[in-house]
């Protein structure tokens, strides 16, 4: 009896100190609004917290006043909209983008949302001088707008040439400005948000990604989302041509359990993939002019289908004549995140599939991320020395 006592108090203290650890990662926010008296309704607060789960909040906004709080593990890029239609982004929304900070931030103005100045902490400051920037280019490409219409209506070929060649200098200089912002602000989290836009989506290429992750501070590193990049990395980096590929073990057709390493001996060409994307028929195609080749390589061809859109898996089998090994990791992948223990082991989202493993004979990693939009049959065979 004393022992399960015991037992049962050393539990407890873990529990509590687990969920102590949890709750001072996150930090307390507010949000003061005073938008001028007129104003009544409500206001309503979007972000993604660190696990990009989408959270929001509302407040009654009563003669221009509201306030909101909350907590954040780390700062957030955010909306405040007054008296949100559910519409979206449509011409008369009252709308403005932020960073949310910990600590007090500060929305005043006396002509709606999306004129307001928002005040608040290193984030915000950050986030208001590169929108400055941005600004500047946003007015150039208002006028270019204004005169591809014009153009257009005209019939002035070389007028269109050279708003389209002006719009392309344009996205060049947004592009230079980003650069340059996440070069000189290596401890900012809005600059570490524009670089996540580039880097942290599809397949991980670790020569490209890890010295830009490098590249931040201690503490954008060791955040929340740091320490998931840091993760992306270390899997990636595991992945790599001439380390063992991850062993697993999934249903077939039949519901029979198939091991990857069941087929140890043969080459294999590993593929990952779910139905709706573009373009899905080259990919059917390639594939069946994979297998068709699949004996002369000593070639297994081993498929694994996530039912991200809840379609009919055999049925797009049967229809495209799909008859090499075909396994199914069900609810692996769920809001573009990976939840499986398969789809966690290769770091899978919906941006990085399909995705091509190729895998020797000894059960270590050939290529990964092998390029459908090139000739991947040619790549594959060249790299089996075909």
Not at 268 to 278: E, K, S, T
Request: charged share 20%; hydrophobic share 40%.
């Amino acid at each position: 009896m004393n022992f399960k006592a015991n037992q049962f108090r050393t539990f407890t203290l873990a529990t509590m100190l687990i969920v102590a650890a949890q709750l001072s990662a996150q930090q307390r926010y507010t949000i003061q609004g005073n938008l001028g008296k007129d104003k009544q309704g409500k206001v309503l607060l979007v972000y993604n917290d660190a696990n990009d789960k989408p959270i929001k909040d509302s407040a009654e906004v009563k003669n221009g006043v509201f306030q909101l709080s909350g907590t954040i593990a780390e700062p957030a890029h955010a909306t405040l909209e007054l008296n949100p239609t559910g519409l979206g982004l449509g011409p008369d929304s009252d709308i403005q983008d932020f960073f949310l900070d910990p600590g007090k931030t500060t929305v005043i103005s006396t002509a709606g949302m999306i004129n307001a100045t928002i005040t608040g902490g290193a984030s915000q400051v950050d986030f208001t001088m590169i929108m400055k920037e941005y600004k500047v280019l946003a007015d150039k490409g208002k006028r270019l707008d204004t005169l591809y219409q014009k153009y257009s209506a005209d019939g002035n070929d070389d007028g269109l040439k050279s708003i389209r060649t002006e719009g392309q200098q344009l996205k060049a200089k947004r592009v230079e400005i980003q650069n340059a912002f996440v070069k000189e602000h290596p401890e900012s989290f809005v600059a570490f948000s524009l670089w996540l836009r580039r880097a942290n989506s599809g397949v991980i290429d670790v020569p490209v990604v890890e010295p830009g992750f490098n590249a931040f501070g201690e503490k954008i590193r060791n955040s929340p989302t740091g320490k998931k990049v840091a993760k992306r990395i270390a899997i990636a980096k595991s992945l790599e041509p001439g380390n063992p590929a991850i062993d697993f073990t999934l249903p077939d057709t039949s519901g029979k359990m198939v091991s990857l390493s069941s087929f140890k001996g043969k080459n294999v060409l590993l593929c990952f993939w779910f139905r709706n994307f573009v373009p899905f028929e080259t990919f059917s195609f390639v594939m069946t002019k994979m297998n068709k080749q699949a004996k002369a390589n000593n070639l297994a061809i081993v498929s694994v289908y996530y039912n991200i859109d809840n379609t009919d898996w055999q049925t797009i089998l049967h229809e495209n004549g799909m008859t090499w090994t075909n396994l199914i990791d069900r609810d692996g992948i769920v809001g573009n995140l990976p939840v499986s223990q398969v789809a966690k082991a290769y770091d899978l989202n919906i941006s990085g599939i399909p995705q091509w493993i190729l895998i020797g004979p000894d059960g270590k990693v050939v290529a990964r991320n092998i390029n459908l939009a090139g000739d991947p049959v040619a790549d594959v065979n060249k790299l089996l020395g075909r």
